[in-house]
């Protein structure tokens, strides 16, 4: 079994819906979780980051961890086309020099 | 981008053939990371340096070394190449020991044949 599961899609929505994108993990020495975003043939870009439980907003992503069940999400509100790509969730154990343990990523389309 | 470019960008080899591959970034940082990435398996960490000859392995680093000898070069060595070799490599650096971000070149795809 991987430490970090991720449904791998695809997932297609219409412009405008909401978005809900999530991993499940194993392991609850992870505390710091993040999440990724990779556009076809390009390297993946941080979009949120989150410390232990909790939810945090950067503009029309939320992001958010229950640590009780193991869970992470990210939100994506009034979804666009130029969100179309694969979202990638990562996280990492403490004291691990920056580790990162990677889910298999979610591709998302969004069609107009 | 982070100042860091990956070369070659595409390679195609033949199974048993030295491959090297290398990730240049020009800000300094101390932290750089080599990891594939395959369809079900997603981005697995090959090897990473926290400094110029300090190096360590990751989750796959059978068959793969690494060496940085100066700040900006990190350098992927595939001794003899095998068709399980056959990625998309990512060259990544962390900014600072106090940030887990970590910002990713833009690939390199190796077919090995």
């Known amino acids: 079994q991987k430490e970090v599961e991720q449904d791998p899609g695809p997932l297609s929505v219409p412009e405008g819906a909401i978005v809900s994108l999530n991993c499940t993990y194993s392991?609850?020495?992870?505390?710091?979780f993040m999440w990724y975003r990779q556009y076809s043939r390009k390297g993946p870009e941080l979009l949120m980051y989150?410390?232990?439980?909790g939810n945090k907003e950067d503009g029309r992503f939320t992001a958010q961890v229950d640590k009780s069940s193991k869970y992470i999400s990210l939100f994506i509100r009034d979804s666009q086309p130029s969100d179309s790509a694969t979202y990638l969730c990562a996280m990492r154990y403490t004291g691990t020099a920056s580790k990162l343990t990677f889910g298999t990523g979610t591709r998302l389309q969004v069609t107009l | 981008d982070a100042g860091i470019t990956q070369s070659p960008r595409h390679k195609v080899t033949e199974t048993g053939t030295p491959v090297t591959l290398r990730c240049h970034q020009t800000e300094n940082h101390r932290y750089m990371y080599w990891y594939r990435q395959d369809p079900g398996h997603g981005l697995r960490l090959i090897h990473y340096?926290?400094?110029?000859?300090?190096?360590d392995k990751g989750e796959v680093s059978d068959g793969y070394s690494v060496s940085r000898s100066k700040t900006e070069d990190f350098l992927l060595t595939l001794e003899s190449a095998t068709s399980s070799q056959t990625s998309v490599y990512f060259c990544a650096i962390r900014p600072g020991q106090d940030t887990d971000t970590q910002y990713f070149g833009p690939g390199t795809r190796l077919t090995v044949l």
């Open positions: 392991n609850s020495a992870f505390q710091y």
């Open positions: 989150t410390y232990s439980s």
């Open positions: 340096s926290y400094g110029v000859k300090d190096t």
